[in-house]
């Protein structure tokens, strides 16, 4: 039987509110006319990280972040700034919520500070000033008319951690992001109805693992220039712990809380989508390899209890291996949502069975598949595959699951054959969102996909 995916639209538009002051509302903001092609409880909202925007570092019991010790090292930060002020969110955030209120937004995703709740982890106490804070936050939010969207992790997780036990690296990590899930579900969870248990793994294992350009800064020859790490191990290692944190708090939020509280958890994934750079079959295939050592690395394990075929392939052992017990976790309890954050796209260029200079995406541990901006000299420009990727995902998904997205770049779309959920697009200048409103409200709204 054939059932259809109808494609939604849903905006977010960070720092909307950090340029010249013209309502939201007067731009694009009309769910509730008659002639508004969005449903009336359609969400549009703004989005943060808690590294970037809370500041505060170390007030009323928060512990370091991985972040806070990451950026106070000399040589991380090519200007040396750090986020122990960053835009001080967390005693100006009232005067932030009036402005969403104001530009008419009525939902807003923030991240929780790990840092901030838990200082040791569950080594040591909740430090009630976080919970205090957050649960402020919350109700402000709410007497607003803003629905709160909360990630558990935006890359950041206290230092204790880290130092402990090396946090991703050890499957210890798992125990420590359970209590940690649990807390806030405990704290927080009778006001959310939307979580996000990780904001991009993908980049964090990467950029954190590989190329060491974020904490912990761990990298080998070629990938970085790190004091230590194994770029071609220690990513697999460190995804495998978060793809089993993800399973282990969704379990315990249907478990335990679902059904007093009635929220929904998913997880949001960085996606690129690659474009193969000739009509080759071995660029074709390049390209799939591409998204599945991408993308895919973390949306496979969550949705089918198991890693890609071309990752299996390719990297063996190197690759760890779920157990019977967490396969059936992982097919057990998947996501209620997908978020997707695409901002750009690329060319893939086959290194498998073709001649490859090195670059990045080239190598077997990416799946030797060359990335690149360009085609015969000329950008890949503005990514209008953004249809590509949704089309992908819609076929690719093997349940119908909401899929939520934030774009800076074009249109962004959602696909289910359920009601939406929710999605992300940041753009700094409104203008450019209405441009971008106009040119995918009749694709998203009136194209059906067949899935």
């Known amino acids: 039987m054939e059932h259809f995916s109808v494609l939604h639209v849903f905006l977010i538009v960070d720092i909307c509110f950090a340029i010249p002051m013209v309502s939201c509302n007067d731009i694009f903001f009309k769910g509730n006319s008659a002639s508004s092609p969005f449903p009336s409880n359609f969400l549009f909202g703004t989005a943060s990280s808690s590294y970037q925007f809370e500041g505060a570092y170390l007030n009323d019991g928060k512990s370091l972040s991985n972040w806070d010790v990451f950026t106070h090292k000399p040589g991380h930060i090519s200007d040396g700034t750090n986020g122990d002020i960053a835009v001080d969110q967390y005693h100006l955030y009232l005067e932030d919520l009036d402005l969403m209120n104001y530009i008419g937004v009525n939902t807003y995703r923030f991240s929780i500070s790990w840092a901030r709740v838990l200082p040791k982890g569950r080594f040591g106490k909740v430090n009630r000033a976080g919970i205090n804070h957050y649960n402020k936050l919350i109700d ?5 008319g803003i629905q709160p969207f909360v990630t558990l992790t935006h890359y950041d997780i206290p230092q204790e951690l880290e130092d402990r036990y090396g946090a991703w690296l050890s499957s210890q990590v798992q125990k420590d992001f359970l209590y940690y899930a649990n807390t ?12 996000v248990t990780f904001n991009e793994p993908n980049v964090a294992v990467i950029r954190g693992y590989r190329s060491g350009m974020y904490p912990p800064a761990r990298c080998s020859s070629p990938f970085g220039n790190c004091t230590s790490g194994d770029s071609e191990r220690e ?14 708090a969704v379990h315990l939020y249907r478990a335990k809380y679902h059904k007093k509280q009635g929220g929904s958890i998913g997880i949001v994934m960085n996606a690129v989508w690659y474009e193969p750079i000739s009509s080759s079959l071995e660029d074709r295939l390049a390209a799939e390899r591409a998204i599945s050592f991408y993308m895919n ?23 760890p291996a779920f157990s019977k017990s967490d396969v059936e976790m992982l097919k057990k309890n998947g996501l209620d949502f997908i978020g997707i954050n695409h901002y750009t796209s690329f060319y893939s260029k086959d290194c498998m069975f ?13 799946g030797f598949a060359l990335r690149t901006a360009q085609k015969d000299g000329v950008f890949i420009g503005e990514p209008g595959t953004a249809g590509n990727l949704i089309t ?21 779309g959602v696909s289910s054959v359920r009601p939406i959920i929710g999605g992300f697009v940041a753009d700094a200048f409104l203008g450019r969102v209405n441009t971008i409103l106009s040119s995918s409200i009749i694709y998203c709204f009136v194209r059906t996909v067949k899935a």
């Not at 402000?140 to 607003?144: N, S, V």
């Not at 806030?184 to 979580?195: A, H």
């Not at 690395?297 to 690759?319: C, H, N, T, V």
């Not at 992908?392 to 249109?411: D, F, G, Q, R, S």
């Open 140 to 144: 402000a939010l709410l007497g607003r």
């Open 392 to 412: 992908y995902l819609t076929n690719e998904l093997h349940e119908p699951i909401p899929m939520a997205a934030k774009n800076v770049n074009t249109w962004v």
């Open 297 to 319: 690395w973390f949306l496979d394990p969550i949705l089918q209890g198991k890693y890609p075929a071309e990752m299996r392939e390719l990297l063996g052992s190197d690759l």
């Open 354 to 366: 073709s001649a490859c200079e090195p670059g990045p995406g080239a190598s077997r541990t990416e």
């Open 235 to 248: 990513p697999f290692i460190a995804a495998h712990n978060i793809i089993l944190s993800h399973a282990a």
């Open 184 to 195: 806030c579900f405990k704290f927080f969870g009778d006001r959310v109805k939307y979580w």
